[in-house]
């Protein structure tokens, strides 16, 4: 993981599937993505608000990894980064490997604490028909395992910019696999 890298960032003001790339975004502990539309203490993804508004945002940075968009460009499929939704476009790092409770550094300042595996929803095929089964895998003993990015909290904030370095840090164990936030 020594060459773990920013590939992209990208944020949204308004609700949209996709996010525009930017030159930079900022982090803001216990809130995410500075102007983004999900950043906030509770839950902001619109679902989950219809379920319960008061709920804690686990899911404030969305990370993805960019090997993802060239696994299904295998199947046909044209995916650039910021196109399903993500804050964050990652390379060299096995994203959905990571135990929960993992600290990311990105770049000189941010710290994001991973909290679980983004699960990707039916907009995915409204973007790119067919794409949705392309983001679902199986594990070994056929339990279903998505593959659409992780998503995180903001520790602490910073400035974040493609071509930063990632570092990783692992929670004491026993490590605990991540599930769906």
């Known amino acids: 993981m020594d060459s773990a890298t920013i590939t992209a960032v990208s944020s949204n003001g308004t609700y949209s599937f996709t996010k525009p790339n930017r030159d930079s975004i900022t982090l803001v502990a ?6 983004d539309v999900h ?3 509770t839950v902001k993804h619109r679902s ?10 686990l899911r404030q940075v969305h990370l993805i990894h960019q090997e993802l968009f060239a696994e ?4 046909g499929f044209k995916v650039e980064p910021g196109q399903l939704g993500e804050n964050v476009t990652t390379a060299g790092i096995d994203l959905l490997g990571l135990p929960a409770g ?28 067919g794409l949705l089964k392309q983001v679902v895998g199986r594990d070994a003993v056929g339990n279903i395992v998505p593959k659409a990015g992780i ?8 400035l974040v910019r493609p071509g930063d ?17």
């Not at 216990?30 to 102007?35: D, S």
């Not at 989950?48 to 945002?57: C, F, G, K, S, V």
């Not at 299904?72 to 199947?75: A, F, I, K, P, Q």
């Not at 990783?168 to 991540?178: K, T």
């Open 48 to 57: 989950r608000m219809a379920q319960d508004p008061t709920r804690p945002n």
């Open 30 to 35: 216990g809130l995410g993505v500075e102007g």
């Open 72 to 75: 299904v460009g295998d199947e």
């Open 165 to 181: 370095r990632i570092t990783v840090e692992l929670p004491a164990g026993p490590h605990q696999p991540l599930r769906r936030v």
């Open 39 to 41: 950043a906030g203490v």
């Open 151 to 158: 998503m995180s909290v903001v520790r602490t904030g910073g």
């Open 102 to 129: 993992t600290l990311l550094r990105l770049g000189a300042e941010a710290v994001v604490e991973v909290t679980g595996l983004r699960n990707p929803c039916l907009q995915i095929d409204a973007f790119q028909d």
